[in-house]
Structure formats: C-alpha cells, structure tokens
C-alpha cells in the first residue's frame, strides 16, 4: 500500500520560513519525479516545484528565488524550502509522486500553509 506523509505545514508572518517534508513508503518505484502543488480556496491546484530522480528541478515561476526542493533518494523523502513566504503562498500543499514508467500518481493528503501579512 502506498502512502505519503505529509509535515511542516502551520502559520508564519509574511517573510517567513516554513520546510515542508513527505516520506513515501509503500510499493513506490524509485525511479520517479516527486513535487509539491498547491491548491488555494477556490482555485485549481497548481504545480509548485518537482524534481526528478535525476535531480533536475523546476519551479513555478511565482517561486522561483524564494523556494528549494530537494530530495533524498535513499529515504524516497522530498523537501520544500519556502524563504521569504507571501500571504499569496497561502494554500494547502500537496505532495506527488509520479512514476514515469507506469504513468501511476500518488498523492499525500496536504498539509495547510497559512502566511499572514
């Protein structure tokens, strides 16, 4: 059974920092791209950063500067850096693993990013 947990979420004032981690477990194939989207009240969930086995990264370009995602490999666990929050980053965040080879999507159950001005 595969599964995605979520931590890191909570407030923070404008300017702020929050790291956001999820650890994948389950029958996952390793080679995959993971990523963090965000969905904010009423709007679609957006891509916010993914990086692949590889190690490539992209990053929507509202965060580009301010955020880092990086990964560990050996643990399946993706991270995202958030410097310099906006009220604009508000949103629940959800991770992602895709696997490339079987086009399988997993998804974790969010985790609230709150950023007050």
């Known amino acids: 059974q595969a599964q995605l947990v979520e931590s890191g979420g909570g407030l923070v004032q404008a300017g702020g920092s929050l790291r956001l981690s999820c650890a994948a477990s389950?029958?996952?194939?390793?080679?995959?791209?993971m990523g963090w989207y965000r969905q904010a009240p009423g709007e679609q969930r957006q891509l916010v950063a993914s990086?692949?086995?590889?190690?490539?990264?992209n990053y929507a370009d509202s965060v580009k500067g301010r955020f880092t995602i990086s990964r560990d490999t050996a643990k399946n666990t993706v991270y995202l850096q958030m410097n310099s929050l906006k009220p604009e980053d508000t949103g629940v965040y959800y991770c992602?693993?895709?696997?490339?080879?079987?086009?399988?999507?997993?998804w974790g159950q969010g985790t609230q990013v709150t950023v007050s001005s």
């Open positions: 992602n693993v895709n696997v490339p080879i079987s086009g399988r999507n997993y």
């Open positions: 990086i692949t086995y590889g190690g490539r990264t």
């Open positions: 389950g029958n996952i194939f390793s080679i995959n791209t």
